[in-house]
């Protein structure tokens, strides 16, 4: 902090900067879109003070005030953080007639990578705060439209995807499935693989996939080379015992395991699922045919 009066702006100056906090301040009327730190308003008043009346110079003034601007972006639903610091003391106060232009830095929204916040905020070196504000605004605005294009793309990509061929549903059996692990990667992988269904652990195991049969191929070569990479050969028993290819709809919206919620387990360690209650619940849901095909 300056405590000599030649280090603080002159008062024609000071009230040129205590007019961009003003201004800043009627920008961003609205509750949450500004933060003005206690200190920062203490020393406005005070400095506001001097500059009219011609008061003594206060005795303590900071080189600049901090102030943060919570920019909104993308129609009101986020914003940005902009930290705005404005000057208050120069080299030399007797040859200085323009005020020093505001300094500001951007902090990393929760909503974008540290590689594409690093990238935006690199363009903005060099840029006046106040003069900043529009350009970041329409920057941060024309990222989300972009992000929010891509993300349809891939959505539309996925439609595209499940409409070039039909629906196949496969069923797959298993002697004895039972590694939490292993069933949880075939529930999460088969999403990006367009694939519906469920999973039954147990003795037996069932797996019953909905999708395009390339998905259906790709995702079980991909669960066995990868997911059960370090399981031996000769445990990986698992055998397709019935794939339903004509006039498919799909009857499970997303893929599941069903293991804790079908009837009573039985067998010395719990490991054997009641069929019963399979075959009732597949039935319900217009399979009981698939049942007879692949438990039988």
């Not at 009230?15 to 730190?37: K, N, V």
């Not at 902009?82 to 003391?89: D, E, G």
């Not at 037996?204 to 066995?224: N, Q, R, T, W």
């Amino acid at each position: 902090m300056a405590t000599e009066s030649s280090l603080i702006l002159p008062p024609d100056i000071m009230e040129s900067q205590l007019s961009t906090i003003d201004l800043l301040t009627a920008m961003f009327p609205s509750p949450g879109e500004m933060e003005i730190p206690e200190s920062t308003a203490e020393h406005v008043e005070r400095l506001r003070e001097w500059c009219q009346n011609e008061t003594p110079a206060p005795p303590s003034v900071p080189s600049s005030l901090p102030l943060s601007v919570f920019l909104p972006v993308s129609d009101g639903e986020k914003s940005i953080q902009v930290n705005i610091s404005v000057p208050l003391q120069c080299e030399d106060a007797n040859i200085i007639d323009q005020p020093p232009p505001s300094n500001y830095s951007l902090r990393q929204p929760d909503w974008m990578s540290k590689a594409e916040f690093s990238s935006m905020a690199a363009s903005f070196q060099g840029v006046d705060s106040l003069e900043a504000l529009d350009d970041i605004q329409n920057r941060v605005n024309d990222f989300l439209e972009s992000k929010k294009n891509e993300a349809n793309a891939t959505e539309q990509r996925k439609v595209d995807k499940s409409c070039q061929g039909p629906i196949v549903r496969v069923w797959f059996y298993f002697p004895s499935l039972s590694t939490r692990k292993k069933r949880d990667d075939m529930v999460n992988l088969a999403p990006s693989y367009s694939l519906t269904g469920f999973v039954l652990a147990g003795k037996p195991g069932v797996l019953c996939l909905e999708g395009m049969s390339a998905d259906i191929d790709s995702y079980m070569s991909f669960i066995k080379t990868h997911s059960w990479g370090d399981i031996p050969s000769h445990q990986k028993k698992v055998s397709e015992r019935f794939r339903e290819t004509q006039s498919v709809q799909r009857v499970f919206t997303g893929m599941e395991e069903i293991t804790d919620t079908l009837g009573e387990r039985s067998g010395q360690r719990a490991n054997r699922g009641d069929m019963q209650a399979l075959e009732a619940w597949l039935g319900s849901k217009g399979l009981q045919t698939a049942f007879e095909k692949v438990i039988f």
